[in-house]
């Protein structure tokens, strides 16, 4: 099996930065067929939503309250995606979760990393 973990969350004033990393591991062979790479959120008291994706060749894919703040990027060698945060809002505070998606459909999901952005 594959096990997905998130680190770099924490506290942070607004208008600062964060960077998340994620790093997939186990069966190398269920890894190498990963295509999808992402980071989402889930803020308390609302559903989990995309904030970036990225592609094993690269094509990026960001929700429109992050496009211009945030990066996403990827590692291909090492299995790890990260999530550079820069000008962070109060409105960003939220769990970030890591998830690693291979075809047809199946998810792999980390267990969350706290983002707290202090106003």
């Known amino acids: 099996q594959v096990q997905v973990v998130e680190s770099g969350g924490g506290l942070v004033q607004a208008g600062g930065s964060l960077r998340l990393a994620c790093v997939a591991s186990?069966?190398?062979?269920?890894?190498?067929?990963?295509?999808?790479m992402g980071w989402y959120r889930q803020a308390p008291g609302k559903q989990r939503d995309l904030v970036a994706l990225?592609?094993?060749?690269?094509?990026?894919n960001y929700a429109d309250s992050v496009k211009g703040r945030f990066t996403i990027s990827r590692d291909n060698a090492k299995n790890k995606v990260y999530l550079q945060m820069n000008s962070l809002k109060a409105e960003d505070t939220a769990v970030y979760y890591c998830?690693?998606?291979?075809?047809?459909?199946?998810?792999?999901w980390g267990k969350g990393t706290l983002v707290t952005v202090s106003s």
């Open positions: 990225i592609t094993s060749d690269g094509t990026t």
């Open positions: 186990g069966n190398i062979f269920i890894i190498n067929t990963i295509n999808t």
């Open positions: 998830n690693a998606a291979r075809p047809p459909s199946v998810d792999y």
